[in-house]
């Protein structure tokens, strides 16, 4: 859970971009973590609807609103071919959201 908490806090922290890129850093960590054979570090869904929803809220109403849609995107995609964990109805609203921000 300590993840998970640091997770959210980044994807809350209201500081954009870079909130969403740290997010994500410690979600490719613990993915890593976990393929390593750290069974107590499993990203579940809710780490990956963290970092989406940091994405989609990173950059809204400028010019990186798309780069920042295009990375939520590419985050679910991997959900969906690589992790373990599936998307949910959330993972696919919040990046629905991303592409419409």
């Known amino acids: 859970y300590s993840y998970q908490s ?3 806090a ?4 209201n500081t ?10 410690i979600l490719q960590h613990m993915n890593k ?5 750290n069974p107590n570090v499993k990203p579940l869904t809710m780490c990956y609807n963290a970092v989406l929803e940091a994405w989609a809220s990173s950059n809204s ?15 679910l ?4 071919k690589h992790g373990e964990e599936q998307p949910n109805t959330r993972s ?3 990046v ?3 592409w419409a921000s």
């Open 6 to 8: 640091v997770i959210t």
């Open 10 to 13: 980044w994807a809350k922290s």
């Open 16 to 25: 954009g971009a870079k909130g969403a890129k740290r997010a994500e850093k």
């Open 33 to 37: 973590l976990h393929k390593s054979g």
């Open 61 to 75: 109403g400028n010019k990186n609103t798309i780069q920042a849609a295009q990375r939520a995107e590419q985050i």
């Open 77 to 80: 995609q991997f959900m969906i």
């Open 92 to 94: 696919i609203n919040t």
């Open 96 to 98: 629905i959201t991303a």
